[in-house]
C-alpha cells in the first residue's frame, strides 16, 4: 500500500517562509503527478501547486512567484518551498499523487494526512 508523509509544517511570521516535504513510501509502480493542496480555516480545498513525472509544473495565482514545488523522483518525494508567507496562506497543506501500484492495478490517487501551516504575528 502506498503512504504520503509529510514534514515541514509550522509557524512563521509574515514574509517568512517555509519547506514542505512529502514522502511516498510502500510499494509501487510508478508515480505520476504529484501536487500540493491546502485547505484554509472556512475555506473549500484548494490546489496549490501541481508537478509531472517529467518536471512540468502549474500554480494557483495566489502562490505564482513566491511558491516553488519540485520533486526528487529517485526519492519518491515532492517539495514546496514557500516564500514571502502571507497570513492567507494558513492552511493545512496535504500532498496527493497519482500512482500505479503494480503493472496490474490501476492508477489511483494517495493523499498524505496533511500538516499545518500558520503564518501569524
Known amino acids: 500500500q502506498v503512504q504520503l508523509v509529510e514534514s515541514g509544517g509550522g509557524v512563521v511570521q509574515p514574509g517568512g517562509s517555509l519547506s514542505l516535504s512529502c514522502a511516498a513510501t510502500?510499494?509501487?509502480?510508478?508515480?505520476?503527478?504529484m501536487g500540493w493542496y491546502r485547505q484554509g480555516p472556512g475555506k473549500q480545498r484548494e490546489l496549490v501547486a501541481i508537478i509531472t513525472r517529467g518536471g512540468g509544473t502549474n500554480y494557483a495565482d495566489s502562490v505564482k512567484g513566491r511558491f516553488t514545488i519540485s520533486r526528487d523522483n529517485a526519492k519518491n518525494t515532492v517539495f514546496l518551498q514557500s516564500n514571502s508567507l502571507k497570513p492567507e496562506d494558513t492552511a493545512v497543506y496535504s500532498c496527493?499523487?497519482?500512482?500505479?501500484?503494480?503493472?496490474?492495478?490501476?492508477?489511483?490517487?494517495?493523499w498524505g494526512q496533511g500538516t499545518q501551516v500558520t503564518v501569524s504575528s
Open positions: 510502500g510499494s509501487f509502480h510508478t508515480i505520476y503527478d
Open positions: 496527493n499523487a497519482d500512482v500505479r501500484p503494480s503493472w496490474t492495478l490501476a492508477r489511483s490517487v494517495f
